[in-house]
């Protein structure tokens, strides 16, 4: 009892979302109640019939029972109907609710909580488990609230028909209560494991998709597909277990009643024969028995399923309970009117985690309105994770960033990534238009602005080749598209809005060199206007800044121009000639 006790516990974090939909789900109750109390009804007119109009030969003494019958017939079936039509919106709509609330908490998580979960895990708590609560919520949970009040109904009627009858067949439900709490503890155990087999498996094959270029160049798809198999296995395995456990379950399900049914022939027959019992009411008891099968064949099922839904509640609030660090102040402070850009860090720190070694360690760096500085080090100096903390996609650990002398974590978010805009080096785009890709953050651009865009990035020429222009869905991941072409999609994006401060992680690191030449020439015009932090991974990138910012073991150890640290700066040198080195060389 103490599983269902904790199973219970899991399944009333949904009060919330329950609380909007309990009149349906009230009504549902009532409604499959008097739909099976209908059906309990019957085998009482059934010993009406026989001992009356029946045992006296009686034939225009059947019109009224047989009709009442058929009443009764109608009724369940009705209320069987309205349950299913009432439920279904409402449930769903709950379904869709809490898909959304946890995709909205998804996209409010810190990027340190999508470093450690597996994308497969969320996929299919957003799909499977929420299927699960809302097939509780539609049928499993009105059911066991039913079925137990009809079992106990049953036995009130039977022992009211007989108290022999009724006592064989409650001695018969004892042992299998018994059973599945036994084996419905074991149940729960293994349900869990099914469902986190599940996202792990979920992963293995998101990740073969996404990955199929690699996959096939290097020859690795039989690798994966070993994992892949090994996990099927492995989920297979876990199934299996599950049906052995269910398999006892139902055998014992099965078997008892038959049991309870033989002994209240045997105890009938007796009482029958000597006159103690009428006929009526021992088919009427065994009717009875026999309609008691399903909510009695249920019980199990329905515990078995509750104890699912409750691991998926447990793996849905397992995400809804993880905090979001990255938030809104209370009072939030506006951007300084008019914005400028000015962009510094004050002893900035920042570890992934309070047991972690720090990556950055207290830079200090003043970016003037309108200047581009470019970040420069080794791999591993924490030029990406310093870039990152600009538009709070984590926030320092220490030492704080204004924007026109005003703290980031002080302003709202939106507000924030109103000033700052972001090009990755992984140049990320969606399953979507060319204009959607572009506009993603200003979604009231017009064309003309888009276009704009397109232009600054030497985008504009490809995208008039694309079968539709602007309207061309570029595919997921945009892996229709060449790796510059993509990159330059994502160029465009990051300018589009005209945003105050730009964040560019290595923007130019997939084109070709005339490619390149060319949006270096567009970015040049660009970055007259607003306040850069570049990320260099090439000279000709650096050679874009007003001032190059060098980094090394998470602290700044030179700024300055270009030619003043190629001409002073031992260091800088050395990076510089790696940098200029051929891929292979530098890898």
Known sequence: MAAHKSAFRSIARLGPYLRPVRGYLAFAVVGTFCAMACGLVIPLLIQRILDGPVARHDTAGLVWPIVGV???????????????????????RTEATMRADLYHHLQRLPMAFHDRWQSGQLLSRAISDLSTIRRFMAFVGVFLIVNSLILLAGLVVLFSLD??????VLLGAVPLVAISTVFERKYKVVARLAQDQQGDLA?????????IRVLKAFGRGPHLAGKFLRQARDLRGTEM?????????????VLLPEVGIAGQLVVGAIGVTQHTMTFGTLVAAITVANYLRWPTDSIGWLLAETDQTASACDRFFEVMDSPRTITDPANPRPPAEPARG?????????RHSPTSSEVIRGVDLDVQPGETVALVGATGSGKTTL?????????????????????????SLADLRGLVSTAFEDAVLFSASVRENVALGMPDATDGQVREALQVAQAEEFVNRLPWGLDTRIGEQGLSLSGGQRQRLALARAIAGRPRVLVLDDPLSALDVHTEAEVE???????????????????????????????????????????????NNPGYRTLLSTLDAPEEVRA
């Open 70 to 92: 058929a009443m009764l017939g109608l009724g369940e079936a009705g209320f069987f109907y309205l349950r299913r039509k009432v439920l279904a919106k409402p449930t769903t």
């Open 203 to 211: 992963t293995t094959v998101e990740e073969s998709v996404l990955g």
């Open 241 to 253: 277990r599950k049906v052995r456990i269910i398999s006892i379950i139902w055998a014992a399900i």
């Open 163 to 168: 108290f022999m009858l009724g006592l064989v």
């Open 387 to 411: 870039t990152a903390l600009v538009p709070r996609l984590a926030d320092p650990t220490g030492g704080r960033i204004t924007i026109d002398g005003v703290d980031i974590t002080e302003m």
């Open 342 to 350: 000015r962009l510094r860090f004050e002893n900035v720190r920042f």
């Open 521 to 567: 020439r567009a970015l040049r015009e660009v970055l007259a206007g607003v306040t850069a932090l570049v990320v260099a991974h090439r000279p000709s990138t650096v050679q874009l800044a007003d001032r190059v910012a060098m980094l090394a073991g998470g602290r700044i150890v030179a700024v300055g121009t270009h030619s003043d640290l190629l001409a």
